[in-house]
Structure formats: C-alpha cells, structure tokens
C-alpha cells in the first residue's frame, strides 16, 4: 500500500515537473519573440518616420503631391505596425500566464496534446501551435463537460474526438503555481478560488472558468439571433463579449469594425469597457440605445436618464401609465394609423403650372405617387417626383430661355448697321430681363406653388401627435420608427452583429426599429425577465421576438446558474421572484443575509457606519450602499458623510473604481460588489417593486446586509 502511494507521489512530482519544463520552454519561447517583435518594430517605425521626412521633403512646394500620393508599401508597413503592436501587447500579457488549460484527446489525425491559453503561440522554427486561442474550434474540446468520445465544431464541418484527460493551471507571474487534471467542467477547486476573489472594479474576461452551457452559447454560429435569458450574475454580459471576441477571431474579416454593443447606461459601459481589450479587441463600437437612437434622429433635448428613472419610481404625473403605453402594441397601431393617414391625405396634389400652361398633370403626379413610385417610402417618393417636376420646369425653363435668344438674335440680324450703336444695348437689356424673370419664375414655382409637395420634418409630427410632451426615452423609437417608415432611414454604418444588454427592458418597437434600420441579421440579445425596471405588463418582448426577425434563426437559451452571488444571497433574493419556477440557485455557499429592522434615521446610520468599518477590516474592496431612488440617496449620504468618506453616484457618466459608494438601484444595475448594504423602505410589494429588490439584492457576491427603515423616508 504505502508502494503505491509512493509511486503516486513520484509520478506526480515527474508530471509536475515535465509541466514546469514546459511552462519554462513556453515562456522562453514567448520572450524570444518579444525581443524579435520589438526589432521589428523598431525597424518599421525607422522606416516609415524615414519615408515621412523624404516624402514632406520632396513634396514640401506641392501640396497635391503631399495629399494625393499613396504608397502601397507604406500602408503595407503600416499595418504590419499594428499587427505588430498587438502581437506585443498579446505577449506581454502571455509571459506571465502563456495558457491555463491541456487537453490529450485523439482524432482522425491520431493523438494530440494541445495547451490552451487567453491567445496564441506558434513556434518560429517549425510554424507548430505552443499554445492554442481558446477561441479556435478545437479548443472547445477542453470546456468539454466530459472525458471520452465529443463531437465538436471545425471549419470544415463537425469532427469526432476522444478526449483522454484535461489538465488546468494555476500559473501566475510566470510559475506554475497549481495543476488539477479534471474530467468534469471547470474543475471545482480554480472555480471556487475565482469565484471566492474580491470584486474588480471592472467585469473580467473568464476564459480560464468557462463553463461549458457558457461555451455553448459563445461557439453558436454566427448568422443566427441568440437570445440568453440569464438569471443575475449568471454570466450573460460576460459571455456576450466573449461571443464578440470569439466571432472576430473566427470571422474577423467580415466582422472587423462592424460590431456593435447597446448597452443600458454609461456607468454600465464603462464596467465592461475593458473586457474585450483583454481578449486582444479593440475597435467594437459601444453605445447606449439612448445615445444610438437620438445620434440618429438629432434629438438633444431628451428627458435625462437619472430624471427619467426617478419619475417612474415616484410615478411623477401619471409617469408610469404613459411608459406602459408607448411600450404596448396599441401604440404601435396608433403609429401605424398615423402613417396610413399621413401617406394618404398629407399631399394635396395639384397641377403643375409654369407661365400658366401645366407642364405635369396632377393624375401623373398621383400615378408617380400610388402606382410608379409607391415602393419607396412617402417622403422618399415625394423627393424622386419633385425632381421628376424639376426636370420638366427646367426643360421648360430651357425651352423659353433659348426662344428669348433666338428672337434677341433675331432682332439683331435685323438692325441697319446704324442702329447697332443705338439699340442693341436695349436689346441686351430687354434679353437679360426676359432671362431674369423666367428664373425668377422658376423660383417663384418652386417656393410658392410647389409648397404642396415639401416634405414636413419628421420631429414636428411625432411633436403633434404627442400633444408636445418633453421628449422621454420611449419617443426615441417611434420617432426612428417614423423616419423608417415615411424617410427610408438607413444606418450608415453596415453592422453585421449587434449585442443588446439588459435586453428584458426593450419594448418591441424598439427590437424592430434596430432591425429594420440596421438591417442587421446576426444578433446576441441577454437579459433577465426579472429584472426589468421599467414598468410593463406580465409580458416580456425580449422573450417575443420570432415575429419580427421573421422567425429567422431564433435561439432561446436559459442560464438559471448564479456565480456573482453565494447561495445565501440568491436563496434571499428568490423570495422576490414571482414563483419557484423563475428561482436560481448558486455554486458557493457563505455568510448569512444580514436582515435587520432599524428605527428613525440615526440607527440606520448608525448600522451602516459599522458595518462598512468592519466590512473594510474583513479585507472587502468594493462596498456600496443600494437605495431605491436618488431621494434616499441624498438623505442617507447627508448624514454619512459626516461619519465616513463614501462616493456618491448622483449622475449617469460617473466612473467607478472601487470603495465604498452609495447610489441609486437603478445605476446598480448590471454592476458587483463584494458586499451590498441594501435599504429596503418599500412601503408596497408589487411586481415592478419585487424586480428592483431582487436587482438590488443580487448586486452582492459575498455578503448581504438589508435594513429595513418603513418609518423614515
């Protein structure tokens, strides 16, 4: 017996051994290209700075030369600098931790071992792969939830393997500080560590815990709508950026430059800004549907995202009733209505005169309207006719101006030798005069007897039909809508695949106006139907969309799996839920949920005071302080300020970074923190306010304090 053990141990000092060999290769190896990267460099930078100085020199008296000359092999050194340049910024981080997973599997070509890291290594000497992306196909193999015979996905179709073991790493600062070899998914013990770590102040890439339900949805193809309904820190934003990073390495030449990621608000864009540069890109445009949306129609004037959010959670004026209505399909019927009204009776068509002879009947201008033109939009139409009358005024135009001419010539031709000195002067006056009012004709029509025919703009109907309202977030799709329908407006830019997050607060027109006005057809939508803020019926568009992409494609994916949170926190949060059907469960367990019931103002200051000291001594980095709404936010913090330093997050484009912070629920959302101090003076239990508990709740990972203050605010 005690053979055996000794034999087991001795084997694994020889493995640990031959991976620390490997590991100091891999490095070797990693820091020999560097330096090479580096004199690459060096010379490229030498090279097109030397270009530069001959080239300005040359040209310095030519500034057409300077602008117009292009140089295929400068733009050929150039961007071999960037390529370059990202190699080095790939490298510098792999020196530290080149991969973080092996996988031993046989295929068709026989047996293989590959290592698997955040990018790839290929030998210089002999082109074989050292390390693997964890984005290439059969790096898949290892997010595998088993050993033994897989299918997985290759360029060429799906391919069979038989995976013999998988090992993973733990290598930090260049050493090898841990090995598991697992059969199962991401082994338990690299899990539980990363899960167990503090909160960053911004969202981290995951490719060394993947699990494999995650892998699935990253690897699913490309020309398909995926819809992941995830429960709250189950992963979902986190594998949307990594489904970006993994669709650009697989197909970056028709995705480069033309991604794009609608996320809910500033503070959340910034939380995730630095997920997709650590998986070496850059370059994915990201935005608010806010900001996308009133970019687009030129609005600037709209209702502020901290005033909007307050208005519905005090339901300032009926607030809530006009939201649920612009976000129903009744308003989108009543848009509807408007177009049919507008494309049928906006027009007063008219014949059109020029010098009172009709140069374009008002039935040609109704049949360009209803029969030859009526594919495009109205106002597209309206444009192509009022050039199609344009060119018939000008033919006009023409035809008289050149009849002015010839009877000037005429005149001419016809006076006496002597007369020349005396009449033709008046003649040319008389021909210049005639010239100057056909023209001024024209413009007369133009302005004034085509006023008939001018296009309205589009802001001042939806204006009209909205009574004149402050513009609010839910104008700004059916104002698109409307430009869509009656202009034909297009993005400019051509997007082949669109990521929205926090998709469970997008109504259904706002899904069809990003559709039809990208015409986009590859699209990443997460979300959780729980937790949605704004105020809705039962119903959730983001999980009703196969009518309006037209059934093309859809995948619905569920995620009921929290790693934010430790079971205590989510077995909390549950109780917000509407049943047991919609409840997560957690893969860590911790401390219990702090629920403490405190009386007036000072002994709910007097709570979060102590316990943010001793959270802090615990060693938590990140600590905030979770209100309904701005209000409380602003009484708390006065009386807070006073005991402790703590961050206050009052506007929508503040940065986080760390410590104690008090803000409202709504700019918690999407965001962690290690622990959550959350203020729970709900006087009512509805649905919409069950929502925002279970939001601010499940902003905590590891522990969770409620004080419920009913007698307060």
């Not at 034909?488 to 990003?514: C, M, T």
Request: net charge neutral.
């Amino acid at each position: 017996m005690k053979n055996t053990e000794l034999e087991k141990e001795l084997l694994k000092e020889i493995e640990i051994n031959k991976e620390k060999e490997k590991l100091d290769d891999t490095i070797k190896e990693i820091n020999n290209q560097i330096l090479k990267f580096i004199d690459t460099r060096k010379k490229v930078v030498d090279f097109i700075l030397k270009y530069r100085e001959k080239n300005l020199e040359e040209y310095r008296d030519d500034e057409d030369k300077k602008i117009d000359y292009f140089n295929h092999e400068i733009f050929v050194k150039e961007e071999q600098f960037k390529l370059i340049d990202m190699k080095l910024k790939q490298f510098t981080i792999l020196k530290d931790s080149p991969y973080f997973g092996k996988i031993d599997f046989v295929d068709k070509y026989g047996e293989e071992i590959i290592y698997i890291g955040r990018f790839g290594v290929t030998s210089e000497d002999e082109y074989e792969p050292i390390v693997v992306d964890w984005r290439s196909p059969v790096s898949s193999l290892f997010y595998e939830g088993k050993l033994g015979d897989v299918e997985y996905t290759a360029p060429e179709g799906r391919e069979k393997a038989n995976i013999l073991s998988k090992r993973q790493f733990i290598i930090k600062d260049g050493k090898l500080k841990g090995m598991f070899d697992s059969s199962l998914n991401v082994k338990d013990e690299i899990l539980q560590a990363v899960l167990s770590q503090n909160s960053n102040q911004k969202l981290k890439n995951i490719v060394m815990t993947i699990q494999k339900e995650q892998d699935e949805l990253i690897r699913q193809p490309r020309k398909s709508i995926m819809v992941v309904n995830g429960a709250a820190g189950s992963g979902k934003t986190t594998i949307a950026l990594h489904r970006i990073a993994y669709l650009l390495y697989n197909y970056r030449a028709e995705l480069k430059g033309k991604v794009l990621i609608l996320g809910p608000n500033s503070i959340f864009m910034d939380y995730i800004s630095t997920v997709l540069p650590s998986l070496g890109e850059e370059g994915v445009m990201q935005t608010t549907f806010r900001e996308f949306a009133s970019g687009i129609a030129g609005i600037d004037n709209i209702l502020d995202f901290k005033e909007y959010m307050e208005d519905i959670l005090w339901n300032k004026n009926n607030f809530k009733d006009e939201i649920m209505y612009k976000r129903s399909t009744e308003y989108i019927n009543d848009l509807d209505s408007l177009i049919s009204d507008i494309e049928n009776n906006y027009f007063k068509v008219e014949d059109v005169k020029f010098y009172d002879e009709i140069i374009v009947k008002k039935s040609e201008i109704q049949d360009m309207l209803n029969i030859h033109f009526k594919y495009m939009p109205l106002f597209k139409r309206s444009d192509r006719i009022i050039r199609v009358i344009y060119s018939k005024i000008r033919d006009k135009r023409n035809k008289i101006v050149r009849k002015i001419n010839e009877d000037y010539k005429k005149s001419i031709s016809n006076l006496a030798e002597s007369e020349l000195n005396t009449r033709a002067t008046n003649l040319e006056f008389r021909r210049k005069n005639a010239i100057k009012n056909v023209i001024e004709e024209v413009i007369k029509v133009k302005n004034e007897k085509l006023s008939w025919f001018k296009n309205p703009d589009i802001i001042n109907i939806y204006n009209d039909f909205n009574n004149n309202h402050k513009i609010i977030y839910e104008d700004l799709a059916p104002i698109l809508y409307l430009k869509i329908k009656l202009e034909g407006l297009k993005y400019n830019l051509n997007l082949r695949h669109i990521v929205i997050d926090e998709a469970q607060d997008y109504s259904s027109l706002e899904f069809i106006v990003i559709k039809q006005i990208t015409n986009c057809k590859s699209f990443t939508i997460v979300g959780d139907t729980n937790q949605r803020i704004i105020p809705v019926s039962d119903k959730c568009d983001m999980m009703s969309l196969k009518k309006i992409f037209n059934n093309e494609h859809i995948k619905y994916f569920s995620m009921k799996t929290s790693y934010r949170s430790t079971s205590q926190i989510i077995e909390y949060a549950n109780k917000y839920l509407d049943n047991s059907i919609d409840s997560i469960s957690s893969v860590r367990s911790g401390k219990e949920v702090k629920d403490i019931q405190v009386h007036g103002i000072n002994d709910l200051i007097d709570n979060i005071v102590h316990d943010i000291v001793q959270l802090k001594q615990d060693g938590y980095e990140s600590i905030a302080v979770v209100c309904r709404s701005m209000r409380e936010v602003k009484l708390i913090d006065g009386f807070l300020k006073n005991k402790i330093h703590i961050d206050t997050f009052d506007r929508e484009n503040m940065i986080y970074s760390k410590g104690e912070v008090i803000l409202p629920s709504y700019f918690a959302k999407g965001l962690e923190f290690d622990a959550v101090l959350m203020i729970d003076n709900f006087s009512i239990s509805s649905q919409n306010e069950n929502k925002l508990k279970y939001i601010m709740a499940t902003r905590a990972l590891h522990q969770l304090h409620v004080y419920k203050t009913f007698d307060i605010f």
